[in-house]
């Protein structure tokens, strides 16, 4: 079984188009991550939930709406793509404070 | 702000040949952890280890070997007798917690290894 899966793994779009990527986790963990890989494979930490609670929102512009319904899931929701917001996209999941964190397989968001 | 280093972008070696990777960061925290990943070329982030800044041991895993020191705050992996399959990106990453109490990863920029048959 897949411990954290994302869907979907590819997404192309035009700009100024809406999409969502969506991440589920079965680990039975209570914090869940976005992290942004650009280009140059620089990765960052975008948001983080605990038990469906935002907790670290790093300066991302709002067209970017994460979204948890339950624990095992968070979502991305992003408005009016832009160029620069091409990138991969990895969810990530860990159990408390400084546990390892377990990577989804990534989503490549490419905006034409 | 906690800081990562990965002065070597890319490494080339030969199979067999043992590499290390460097790492050094920065921290005003006493309580950290450092971990290692690696993104093979399928794309995926891999957990590799992970270390707590109380505990100075080195590490070894099978040909995977890991040197923390907090004098020189470096925490570099060392592959023994490497192998094609080896050929990745390695990223060092150092926990940091926010002011609300919860932690996040900062990541270095990664080294790109390549290991030629």
């Known amino acids: 079984d897949t411990a954290v899966s994302q869907t979907p793994k590819y997404l192309v779009t035009q700009m100024g188009n809406d999409k969502s990527i969506k991440c589920e986790q079965n680990l039975g963990h209570d914090t869940m991550y976005w992290y942004k890989q650009d280009s140059k494979k620089f990765l960052k930490i975008m948001f983080s939930y605990n038990n469906k609670e935002l907790i670290i929102n790093e300066t991302v512009p709002n067209r970017f709406s994460p979204k948890s319904p339950d624990k095992a899931h968070l979502n991305l929701h992003i408005n009016s793509l832009e160029l620069g917001d091409s990138a991969v996209y990895f969810c990530?999941?860990?159990?408390?404070?400084?546990?390892?964190?377990?990577f989804g397989p990534g989503t490549r968001l490419t905006v034409t | 702000a906690q800081k990562v280093t990965q002065a070597q972008t890319e490494i080339s070696v030969v199979e067999k040949e043992d590499v290390t990777l460097d790492c050094v960061y920065e921290?005003?925290?006493?309580?950290?952890?450092l971990f290692w990943y690696k993104q093979p070329p399928s794309g995926e982030l891999v957990f590799l280890i992970r270390r707590n800044s109380f505990d100075e041991q080195n590490e070894i895993s099978g040909r995977y070997s890991w040197n923390f020191q907090k004098s020189t705050s470096s925490f570099n992996f060392t592959i023994t007798a490497s192998q094609v399959v080896d050929s990745a990106v390695y990223f060092c990453?150092?926990?940091?917690?926010?002011?609300?109490?919860?932690?996040?990863?900062?990541f270095g920029k990664g080294t790109k290894l390549t290991v030629n048959p």
């Open positions: 921290t005003r925290d006493t309580t950290y952890y």
């Open positions: 990530a999941s860990s159990q408390g404070l400084y546990g390892e964190q377990y």
């Open positions: 990453a150092l926990s940091e917690l926010t002011q609300g109490g919860s932690e996040k990863l900062v």
